[in-house]
């Protein structure tokens, strides 16, 4: 049983897909977060530069 998690958890296939969809996640919270503005909305930071 053990050998065959272990199998499953190496293989290259599953591993690049669980990083594209963590990363993907990563992505879709940080829009979310910050809204999907555009430069003239909100307050930007560079304003009093």
Do not use: C, E
Not at 21 to 29: G, T, W
Not at 40 to 47: D, F, L, Q, R, W
Request: net charge positive; proline share 0%; aromatic share 28%.
């Amino acid at each position: 049983m053990f050998h065959k998690l272990k199998v499953f958890f190496t293989n290259q296939k599953l591993n690049w897909l669980g990083r594209f969809a963590y990363y993907l996640l990563i992505l879709l919270l940080l829009f979310f977060m910050y809204g999907f503005n555009d430069a003239s909305a909100g307050s930007y930071i560079y304003n009093d530069f």
